[in-house]
């Protein structure tokens, strides 16, 4: 955590280091490696989407810095012909955002991914 101190001496802005992922992993333990420090006001995301499509049941997670409209958010999303059930949680203390909650504000990278990965399928 690091502080920011503006013109009023009272009033110190702190910014969060948070675990980030370059794109949504299957895993959430892959996303452990990239330790980021967010912009003020931010907070550290833990996001999870669960799609099926026949038989195979895919999981996205993804850890990011987030805007606080970003957080305690969760619905459906559909990509590449599947829909997807996601929750975004957030939370405020550094690295905090370890534990395997629940898809992604990014959805573009997500969907990106997924496309590969349904492609694959689809050739397997």
């Not at 990239?34 to 669960?50: D, I, K, M, N, Y």
């Not at 929750?87 to 990106?112: K, M, Q, Y």
């Amino acid at each position: 955590m690091s502080f920011i101190f503006n013109e009023d001496p009272d009033h110190v802005m702190m910014s969060l280091t948070c675990y980030t992922c370059m794109f949504p992993a299957i895993s959430p333990l892959d996303c452990l490696k990239f330790p980021q420090e967010c912009p003020v006001g931010q907070r550290c995301l833990a996001s999870t989407a669960v799609g099926v499509k026949g038989s195979v049941s895919i999981v996205l997670y993804e850890r990011s810095c987030a805007l606080p409209s970003q957080c305690d958010q969760h619905g459906e999303k559909h990509a590449a012909g599947i829909k997807f059930n996601y929750t975004n949680e957030c939370c405020d203390t550094d690295l905090c955002n370890t534990a395997a909650p629940i898809s992604s504000p990014r959805w573009t990278g997500a969907v990106l991914s997924l496309c590969s990965l349904v492609l694959l399928l689809q050739l397997g």
